[in-house]
C-alpha cells in the first residue's frame, strides 16, 4: 500500500512539471531549419540582386530583394553559402542549420577594386627636321673638267644628297677594292673611258652609256680598262644623306 502511494506521487510531480513547461512556452529543439540573410556593402547599405547558392544537404539558389532573402524548410546540417554580384568580391559563408528559430545570417560584400587607368604613352617625338636641300643642277661635262682626276689613283666627288640616297661622280685609274653597300642599292652610269665590273662571280664590261644596278649586300669591284680615266656616275639608293 505505501509503495503504491509513493508510486502516485512520482507519477504527479511528473505530470506537474511537464504542464508547468508547456505554460512557459518551451521551443522544441528540432524542426525545419530557415535562414535569414540580411546582405549590404561596407557603407550598410543593402545590396540586391545579389546570387545566393546554398549548397549542402539541399541545394538551392535565390536572389536578395532589397538586400534580403530567406531560405526556409531546410533539413538540420551543415551549408555554404554562396554569394556572388558583378562588381562585388563573392563570398563564401558555412553555417551550421539546426533548431526551428530562424537562423539570422549577415554578410558584407566589399565592391571590386577599380581597374587601374592605362598607362598613357607619351606621343613618340617628332623626327628631326630635314636637312637644308638644295636642288642641284650640273653641266657634267664642265662639272668633271673642273673636278677632274688627273693622275691619282682615284677621285670621288659628290654630286647631290637627299634622305633617299645620294649620287657622287667616281673617277679612276686604279681598281676599287671589292666592298658591298649593306644599306642601299647602288646604281652606276658609265660616263667615259673603258672598265670591268666583277659581281658574284660575273664580270661586266664597262664603256659610255653602260647602266649597272648592284643590289644591296652583293660583294664587287670595278677596275679601269685601257682608256682611262672610269669615270662612272653612282647613285646610292637608301643612302643618307651626309
Given amino acids: 500500500m505505501r509503495m503504491t502511494a509513493s508510486l502516485a506521487i512520482v507519477l504527479l510531480t511528473l505530470a506537474s512539471g511537464l504542464t508547468a513547461a508547456q505554460r512557459r512556452g518551451t521551443?522544441?529543439?528540432?524542426?525545419?531549419?530557415?535562414?535569414?540573410?540580411?546582405?549590404?556593402?561596407?557603407?550598410?547599405?543593402?545590396?540586391?540582386?545579389?546570387?545566393?547558392?546554398?549548397?549542402?544537404?539541399v541545394t538551392r539558389t535565390t536572389r536578395t530583394e532589397r538586400g534580403r532573402t530567406v531560405f526556409e524548410n531546410l533539413p538540420s546540417g551543415q551549408y555554404i553559402l554562396k554569394f556572388e554580384k558583378p562588381g562585388y568580391i563573392s563570398v563564401d559563408r558555412q553555417v551550421t542549420g539546426r533548431g526551428a528559430k530562424p537562423i539570422e545570417v549577415a554578410v558584407t560584400m566589399e565592391r571590386e577594386p577599380e581597374p587601374e587607368p592605362a598607362p598613357v604613352e607619351k606621343p613618340a617625338a617628332p623626327p628631326p627636321p630635314p636637312p637644308d636641300l638644295k636642288m642641284a643642277v650640273l653641266d657634267m661635262p664642265a662639272f668633271i673638267e673642273k673636278n677632274y682626276i688627273g693622275r691619282a689613283a682615284g677621285k670621288t666627288t659628290p654630286m647631290g644628297c637627299a634622305p633617299g640616297g645620294s649620287s657622287t661622280l667616281i673617277q679612276m685609274n686604279e681598281p676599287l677594292a671589292q666592298h658591298t653597300h649593306d644599306d642601299a642599292d647602288?646604281?652606276?652610269?658609265?660616263?667615259?673611258?673603258?672598265?670591268?665590273?666583277?659581281?658574284?662571280?660575273?664580270?661586266?664590261?664597262?664603256?659610255?652609256?653602260?647602266?649597272?644596278?648592284?643590289?644591296?649586300?652583293?660583294?664587287?669591284?670595278?677596275?679601269?680598262?685601257?682608256?682611262?680615266?672610269?669615270?662612272?656616275?653612282?647613285?646610292?639608293?637608301?643612302?643618307?644623306?651626309r
Fill in 27 to 57: 521551443a522544441p529543439t528540432t524542426g525545419p531549419v530557415t535562414f535569414a540573410i540580411n546582405v549590404t556593402d561596407s557603407s550598410g547599405a543593402p545590396v540586391p540582386d545579389v546570387r545566393v547558392t546554398l549548397s549542402g544537404v
Fill in 186 to 241: 647602288e646604281f652606276i652610269y658609265v660616263i667615259a673611258g673603258q672598265g670591268m665590273a666583277k659581281l658574284s662571280g660575273r664580270e661586266e664590261p664597262l664603256g659610255p652609256a653602260v647602266f649597272l644596278m648592284v643590289p644591296r649586300g652583293m660583294p664587287h669591284t670595278v677596275a679601269a680598262g685601257p682608256k682611262k680615266p672610269l669615270v662612272l656616275m653612282s647613285v646610292l639608293a637608301g643612302d643618307k644623306c
